[in-house]
């Protein structure tokens, strides 16, 4: 949440101030998403937060399971899906604008770490080892 924080605020120092609004409103729906889906595992895994206790939910959780993908690959702004129009639009802006390359390295850098860890998120959830929650 942080970095599509930062990236709302990479948008409003462009003067982009309807794209970080719209970046808020479609974070805010699938953020909404993942969190649902969230509650459903904890329950679901008596109880517990801790995610090295989950694993190998995707048997138990289906349907949840494919609503926090589909939420988590539009987090990391996968084609087609929500995310990618609101941060597309703000990497396409960024890169116009005559920044500098630090600048932009930063903003790649805060992109692939959503990556990172949606991807960690899925992994441990539903594909490793059930760790005994």
């Given amino acids: 949440?942080?970095?599509?924080?930062?990236?709302?605020?990479?948008?409003?120092?462009?003067g982009l101030y309807e794209l970080a609004f719209f970046h808020l409103l479609t974070?805010?729906?699938?953020?909404?998403?993942?969190?649902l889906c969230a509650g459903i595992l904890i329950h679901g895994a008596?109880?517990?937060?801790?995610?090295r206790s989950f694993g190998g939910l995707s048997l138990n959780f289906p349907l949840v399971t494919v609503c926090m993908n589909l939420a988590?690959?539009?987090?990391?702004?996968?084609?087609?899906?929500?995310?990618?129009?609101?941060?597309d639009l703000i990497v396409e802006l960024a890169c116009?604008?005559?920044?500098g390359i630090f600048v932009l390295?930063?903003?790649f850098i805060c992109l692939s770490l959503t990556v990172l860890y949606s991807v960690r998120l899925t992994y441990l959830?539903?594909?490793?080892p059930y760790g005994g929650g």
């Fill in 72 to 87: 988590n690959l539009s987090l990391c702004g996968v084609p087609f899906l929500a995310g990618f129009y609101s941060k």
């Fill in 46 to 51: 008596g109880n517990t937060q801790d995610i």
């Fill in 96 to 99: 116009q604008y005559s920044w």
């Fill in 27 to 35: 974070h805010a729906l699938f953020k909404a998403l993942l969190f």
């Fill in 125 to 128: 959830s539903f594909v490793g």
């Fill in 1 to 14: 949440t942080l970095s599509q924080l930062g990236m709302m605020m990479f948008s409003i120092s462009l």
């Fill in 105 to 107: 390295l930063m903003m």
